[in-house]
């Protein structure tokens, strides 16, 4: 056979092995910490590759999202159905510094609020917040039994539910346009708006299981390093500060020299 013919003649051998290497030695755990917002600040870790050549480790970090329960960052079981977004926005040491990107209730609690003979009511609204964040508001509540009511169904007229509508887009736009973005998440995570529009309402006709369901953040204003570090407090320091240098060591050094 001609050696032209027969391509793995004039090649060398095939399928010789690599060294196997564990990719996990080329990798560095990082800490999550939430907003000053929540009562719990350590969310969790993650694995980032080591910064070599022109891979930065922190580029890698910057823009990761991630969701943790409610109920882990208040230490509250209560709030075990709501599901919140965090995205890194600034890396500091071994500490990724997250922001606030969105919230979600399951979808198990949503269909455990859906029943028979009564009327689901919808609204949502784009709002900016004073510290020029874009959110997107979705609102969801039901009607419910007047006292001494004999009727079986709590059905409210097509009326009705168009006016409590403009009674949610018109209260969250104000809850939300009047305030920042961290002073929402703390009315979000008690439900006070949700009561606000239940109260409101009651004239038109009676609500309940009424929450800012979802939360969506369509646009944030230009990243400000400042306002992060002053979401976060003091406490992300940690272990990466440094230590005052004695005048002894300082001694040492210079004669040393």
Known sequence: ?????????????????????????????????????FAIRNVGKTLVNRTSGIKNANDALKGRIFETSLADLQKDEDHSFVKVKLRVDEVQGKDCLSNFLGLDFTSDKIRSLVRKWQTLIEASTTVRTSDDYVLRLFCIS??????????????????QVRAIRQKMVAIMQREASSMSLAQLVQKLIPNVIGREIEKTCQGIYPLQNTSVRKVKLLKAPKFDLGAILALHGDSTGGDNTGEAIGREFKEQVLESV
Do not use: E, H
């Open 142 to 159: 039901f009607t419910q039994r007047r006292p001494n009511q004999i009727r079986k169904t709590t059905y409210a007229a097509s009326s």
């Open 1 to 37: 056979m001609a050696v032209g013919k027969n391509k793995r003649l004039s090649k060398g051998k095939k399928g010789l092995k690599k060294r196997a290497t564990d990719p996990f030695t080329r990798k560095d755990w990082y800490n999550l910490k939430a907003p000053s917002t």
